[in-house]
């Protein structure tokens, strides 16, 4: 009988009892705040990374809207400041490229010139620009883009983006901006290579 009382008695003070319940709870409830908090980084990381890409794309397409004759130098030195720009946020060897594009009798987009990080040419001259879609030009219409005897500068930043931390959430992917913009300061933009060659010859 003592001893059925005796275990009655335990039972009921271990239901009372709430010695390490607050260390239980925050036991279990730690590796769901821990997952939520590397999330918000993490994704907080990647939009980051994302908005310094098109502020980068911004900047190259509008250094190079704003020359009248561009050269091989002054285009690498545009694509180093450009670096500059995206390497805090831990962008490396991003795919950079400036394309100058006009339309022919057919209202198809044409290259006129391209350039990419490296100085070589992307795309072919005088072939037909397929990289952005007619939409994204938006070559008809009164309001169009590109009109005849005019050129537009298409610029293009591309690059795969790796989590700086765990990779809980977000696993590699590969992120791109592209920007456009008109010459400033004429209807085309001449660019001469390191052979003194130029796009309007």
């Not at 293009?156 to 809980?168: A, H, K, P």
């Amino acid at each position: 009988m003592t001893v059925n009382n005796n275990f009655k008695y335990c039972l009921k003070n271990f239901r009372k009892s709430q010695d390490g319940v607050a260390a239980v709870e925050f036991a279990m409830v730690l590796p769901l705040v821990g997952m939520l908090f590397f999330g918000i980084v993490e994704f907080s990381d990647a939009m980051a990374a994302n908005r310094k890409a098109e502020h980068a794309t911004t900047m190259l397409v509008d250094l190079v809207a704003q020359e009248e004759f561009l050269t091989h130098n002054e285009i690498d030195g545009i694509y180093t400041a450009v670096d500059h720009v995206l390497a805090p946020y831990g962008i490396e060897e991003p795919t950079m490229w400036v394309v100058s594009v006009t339309i022919d009798e057919d209202d198809k987009p044409i290259i006129d010139w391209s350039l990419d990080q490296d100085l070589n040419e992307p795309f072919a001259r005088g072939s037909e620009f397929t990289a952005l879609s007619e939409s994204e030009l938006d070559l008809s219409g009164a309001d169009a883009l590109i009109t005849e005897g005019a050129s537009l500068v298409v610029a293009q930043i591309e690059f795969g983006y790796t989590s700086s931390l765990t990779n809980v959430y977000v696993d590699s992917f590969t992120l791109s901006n592209h920007d456009t913009r008109w010459p400033r300061r004429g209807t085309q933009i001449v660019y001469c290579d390191a052979q003194d060659q130029c796009s309007n010859e």
